[in-house]
């Protein structure tokens, strides 16, 4: 079992920034891609980024150039830094982890609001 425990969310305006780090404990030798989504009201949830656990980056095109992700296996965490937030990127944001075994693991997620 693994448990994942997110927080940074908040009360932004527009061109702000926030920095949002998930914390993972329990099997955390069998982790293995890292990522973020997240879910806006009346909307599907989507991929924001991902990161394997060699450290390659995989972004939506939505957040490219804004946002950037990173993982430090010896701590178990993995950081959005959001950059130039515009009022689209309000969502739920989670956190998620895949093992080495393929199963997929995620966090309750936290709250990102980008309003004036």
């Known amino acids: 079992q693994v448990q994942l425990v997110e927080s940074g969310g908040g009360l932004v305006q527009p061109g702000g920034s926030l920095r949002l780090s998930c914390a993972a404990s329990?099997?955390?030798?069998?982790?293995?891609?890292m990522g973020w989504y997240r879910q806006a009201p009346d909307k599907d949830r989507e991929l924001v980024a991902a990161?394997?656990?060699?450290?390659?980056?995989n972004y939506a095109d939505s957040v490219k150039g804004r946002f950037t992700i990173s993982r430090d296996n010896a701590k178990n965490t993995v950081t959005l830094q959001m950059n130039s937030l515009k009022p689209e990127d309000t969502a739920v944001y989670y956190c998620?982890?895949?093992?080495?075994?393929?199963?997929?693991?995620w966090g309750k997620g936290t709250l990102v609001t980008v309003s004036s």
């Open positions: 329990g099997s955390i030798f069998v982790l293995n891609t």
């Open positions: 998620r982890t895949t093992t080495l075994s393929g199963v997929d693991y």
């Open positions: 990161i394997t656990r060699g450290g390659r980056p």
